[in-house]
Every structure is written in C-alpha cells, then in structure tokens.
C-alpha cells in the first residue's frame, strides 16, 4: 500500500501549478494596472472595494482588537488578503484557456473572449455583489471611470495570459517538469515562509503601541506633536483626494438658509481678521486608544466656529443632533449643544498649515471632549436634523457619546528599560476638555502615591505634561503606576476595560529594572 504522504505529493504535483500560476501572474498584471487607474482617481481596484465591504460588516469589537493590535498594518493586512483572492480567481479563470482556446480557434477570439468575459464577470457580478453596483454605480469613481478601468485591467489580463499559453508555451513545448528535489525544496521553503509569516503576525498581535518620548526633553520639545507624527486612524484604503477647486461644504437640513462655501470664502472666515475665527490647541485621541497608548497627539487647529456657520444658516431650535458628512462616505454626529459649543471647529490649518491628506484637507470638525471618531475629516456637508443620528462607527456597537475618559500615561522612560541612580519618569495626562487638576505616580506597584509635577496648559482642552523625579531605594524590579484625576475633581476610573464599545480605562504601568 502507498504511504499516505506519497499520495498526497502525488496529488499535489499533479495539480496545473502551470497554469494556474499563469492565470494568477496575468490578474496580478491587470490588478496592477486598475491600481494605478485608481490612483489616478480613474476608476475602481477591487481589493479595496472587498476590504471596505468587509470593514463595514464586522463587528466593531472585532475591528477594535485589529487596530490595537496592528494598528495600520491591520488594513494592511487586509488588503494583502484581499489581492490574493483576486489572483486567486482569475488563476483558477485562467485554467480553461485550453478549452476555450479549442473552441474559438483564433488567437484574436480567446483573448477578445478573456477581456469581455472578465470585465463582464466584475461588472455584473463581483462588484454588485460587493456593495459596488452594477458596473460600479456605488464607488466613489462611477459607473464611466468603474466601467474603463475594469475593461483595460481585463485586457492587461487577456493579454499576459495569452502571451503565457501560446508564445511562452511555444517556447516549452514538452512543458515545465519539477524534478523530486525541486519539488521537497519547493515545499519546505513554503513552509517555512508560511511559518515566519503566522510568527510574524503572531509577534505584531502581542506588541502594543505605546505612546513612548526618548525623553523628558523631548516629550516637551513635543508638547505640541509635528504633523507627520501625529496618529491617523481610517476606514479607507486610500483615502480621498479632494480637489479644492471642485469642493463644497454644504450647511443644510433644519435650517432657515441652506448654505454653501467653497473654499477660498471658508477661508475667508477662517480670517484671524474675521470675528467667527476659531484658534484652539486641542489633543485628540481615538476611540480604540489602549491604556498607555500611542493614538493621542496634539495639535493647533485654526479654522472657522461651527456654531457661527449654523447660526448663520438659521439654526431650527427643533434640531437636536448635527451630522457630519465626509467626501469618503463616512458619517458622524453630535448632540447640538457640542456643535454649538464655542470650541468646535471647522478646521482648515493644522499646526499653522494647511490640513494634509491624512489629516481631513481641505476641512475637518473638531469637537474637543469627544473621542476622535467624532472629528469628521474631508468634510462636505453638515446637516441639523431631530433625533439622535448614528454614524458609520456607531452603527457598529461603539459609543454614540463618547466622552473621553480621563486618563494618565507613562511616556518616558520606555517600559523595561534598565536604570541607575536617579530617574526622572515624565508622560501625558488627558480628560478630553475637563483639563486636568492631579497626576500621581506609584513607584511600589500602587501602594503609595505621590504628587508629580505638571506642566501649565493653554487651556484644558490639551493633554497635560508631567513630570517625576525618583531616586530608587534598592535594585531590582519596579513597577510604576501612574494615575489622574480631572479638572472637575473626577478621578481616572482604575477598572480595566478594553476600548470597545466606550473606549478604554484602568491605570498605565510600566516596569524599570534597577541595576
């Protein structure tokens, strides 16, 4: 009888690997195509279209471990998946060109045949089945632009695959044979990649972000954090790139006078000259913000008050809730007293520049007190309506209030770090804008608690710096608490609990090793 590893290497290397790898290489040439059509802002690439349609539909509790445990790279991860299946597909497709190849005859036909076919199969039915629409009638490029980039990627893909099955197979009559050692070293080194990418991913899954300054100098020199390292979080793949020369903000539904700005009179508002001008330092932090994490900055925000846009648009005193709408399709709302809160902001600079990219350009809310989720970015329309309004984070299980909870974090110096002599240990205290009036720190575990020092604030609407100078008793193993309580006298809360649904809490700890 043959051993049972036998058959199924028999199995394996009877498989058309070929020309299944033939089919794979010709979509990953079309995919690469629609990718670059995409980027240009002329049409649709798939994989991003199955990731949104997943991100939509997974559990919130879900997403939130991703982002916690990948941050970014969960997206990434994500889309990686998502380009594998869609070279698995057209590899599978392209098993039957034989067949097909029999059937029309001409070389012309088969790839006319591949290139219809294909673009036919996205159009009517993998888009429509991904939330897209028939010929991608729901994706932000439209049916036109969704249409042509699907048909030039589907003649990419006819085109390679035609140069595999008739010029390379040409080339190779009697075909590719793996020899036994070809195939045992094929084997082996697929299993060790297999192997060094689950401990990868295993490894990224338990590291946490930790919001970490190298040290107490540049924690200050930092207070206010540089654009470029200030944390982004988003639903999208690629995010949108708005044109300010076509761009509208759009102040409808419960209002007296619907308004329209383009950007050059947001700006004009935006005028330190102009009295609805808004300047505000505010820190923002996301929802899914672990204890002691690294999804907090700090930013200067200038802009124009949303209270003196709705106003001027006539308000109705029957509007309870102000709802957020994003050039990306993302939604947010708050509650009308937020909006009308002199600190919220439509904000068109960031630490004296125009937002970038990332960061919501040309316009974004800024809602200080509420976690990140609620700042809309690339903002396009905001609209009064009556009754509470559920966004696109909300309708996934998380908090539609969102009141940052207050909280003490240990930035420098990094956890395990080996010390001697005397340390000085500093970090951030943040209560969304209730300010901060105490931050204390345990050297002995929680034991005892001392008083540190803070660091004055332009307003409270900024985290707070501290700082802890602390000369170790004895060698050994310290763990290092840190704790604070708001400027209304309300301590952090030292239950743990995870970020999803209301955000996180519990106390920030490290440990230092005493040499």
């Not at 040439?29 to 349609?53: D, I, K, M």
């Not at 294909?118 to 009517?124: D, E, F, K, P, Y």
């Not at 984070?393 to 420098?412: C, E, F, L, V, Y």
Request: net charge neutral.
């Amino acid at each position: 009888m043959r051993p049972l590893w036998k058959t199924i290497s028999r199995t394996i290397r009877g498989l058309p690997w070929i020309r299944f790898a033939a089919g794979a290489l010709a979509g990953g040439s079309g995919l690469a195509v629609t990718f670059v059509l995409r980027w240009l802002g002329l049409g649709v690439f798939l994989p991003e279209v199955a990731e949104e349609f997943v991100v939509y539909r997974i559990p919130g509790e879900l997403e939130s471990f991703a982002i916690r445990a990948l941050g970014e790279g969960a997206k990434v991860l994500g889309l990686v998946a998502a380009v594998l299946v869609f070279l698995v597909l057209p590899g599978i497709y392209g098993l039957t060109f034989r067949k097909v190849q029999r059937w029309l005859g001409r070389r012309s036909l088969v790839m006319a045949f591949y290139a219809l076919t294909s673009a036919g199969i996205i159009l009517v039915a993998i888009l429509p089945l991904l939330d897209g629409g028939f010929f991608g009638s729901n994706t932000s490029a439209g049916p036109w632009f969704a249409s042509f980039s699907q048909l030039v990627g589907s003649l990419v893909y006819a085109a390679v695959l035609d140069y595999f099955f008739v010029d390379v197979s040409a080339r190779y009559p009697e075909g590719f044979s793996l020899s036994r050692r070809q195939f045992l070293v094929g084997s082996v080194g697929a299993i060790v990649l297999a192997v060094l990418a689950v401990y990868g991913l295993a490894s990224l899954a338990e590291k946490k972000g930790r919001l970490v300054f190298a040290s107490i100098g540049e924690m200050f020199l930092k207070e206010r954090t540089p654009t470029s390292e200030f944390y982004v979080v988003t639903k999208n793949v690629i995010d949108p790139a708005v044109d300010e020369g076509s761009w509208r903000l759009s102040i409808e539904g419960l209002v007296a006078t619907p308004a329209t700005y383009d950007y050059p009179q947001l700006l004009a508002r935006s005028d330190p000259s102009d009295s609805d001008h808004a300047d505000e330092i505010v820190t923002l932090e996301c929802v899914s913000n672990e204890v002691g994490g690294n999804l907090i900055s700090n930013a200067r925000w200038q802009g124009v008050r949303l209270a003196a846009l709705l106003q001027s648009a006539g308000l109705d005193p029957a509007a309870d809730w102000i709802v957020f709408t994003c050039a990306d399709g993302y939604t947010a709302a708050i509650p009308r007293d937020r909006a009308l809160n002199p600190n919220a902001i439509v904000a068109v600079l960031m630490n004296d520049a125009p937002l970038t990219t990332a960061h919501g350009f040309p316009a974004r809310i800024i809602v200080p007190g509420l976690y990140g989720m609620f700042h809309a970015k690339w903002l396009t329309r905001i609209e009064a309506v009556k009754g509470e309004y559920r966004g696109f984070w909300q309708q996934k299980g998380w908090t539609n209030q969102g009141q940052i909870h207050t909280t003490a974090i240990i930035a420098t110096p990094p956890d395990g770090m080996v010390v001697n002599g005397r340390v000085h240990i500093g970090g951030v205290a943040f209560a969304g804008d209730r300010g901060i009036s105490l931050v204390e720190v345990s050297t002995d575990g929680g034991l005892t608690w001392n008083a540190a020092t803070r660091n004055p604030t332009p307003s409270n609407l900024t985290w707070v710096l501290w700082t802890y100078d602390w000369t170790p008793s004895r060698s050994g193993s310290f763990r290092i608490v840190a704790r604070a309580v708001d400027g209304m006298g309300g301590p952090e809360d030292p239950n743990s609990a995870p970020p999803f649904p209301n955000g996180s809490s519990g106390y920030d700890s490290i440990t230092l090793l005493v040499g």
